[in-house]
């Protein structure tokens, strides 16, 4: 079955950076398009970025676009979200979601790493 495995999230001063992976196995990774999405404290899931099968075509929310940046290792399996200049406002849950923008509140994710941005 389709397993997400997010890693990379912790606390983090406002302006700092983190780098989040997801381990994806269960299904043909090279031929989805994955998303990410985050969810803040008393909020709904929000769609953050999306990245097409073979990572040429990117897409990005408005309040992370700049800051943020979606890739992915097709040979390892892995979808990398690189968020720099984090602000409180970034504080959330983010998930990996297996699937594109469309998807992102519907398709399988994982547990998801919590990433606090605070001084």
């Known amino acids: 079955q389709v397993q997400l495995v997010e890693s990379g999230g912790g606390l983090v001063q406002p302006g700092g950076s983190l780098r989040l992976s997801c381990a994806a196995s269960?299904?043909?990774?090279?031929?989805?398009?994955m998303s990410w999405a985050r969810q803040a404290p008393g909020k709904g899931l929000e769609w953050v970025s999306s990245i097409d099968s073979p990572g040429f075509q990117t897409l990005y929310a408005d309040s992370v676009k700049g800051r943020f940046t979606i890739s992915r290792d097709n040979r390892k399996k892995t979808l990398n979200l690189q968020l720099t200049n984090l602000s409180p406002e970034d504080t959330a849950v983010y998930y990996c979601?297996?699937?594109?923008?469309?998807?992102?509140?519907?398709?399988?994710r994982g547990q998801g790493t919590q990433v606090t941005v605070s001084s």
């Open positions: 979601v297996k699937g594109g923008q469309k998807y992102y509140n519907r398709g399988p």
């Open positions: 269960g299904f043909t990774f090279t031929s989805d398009a």
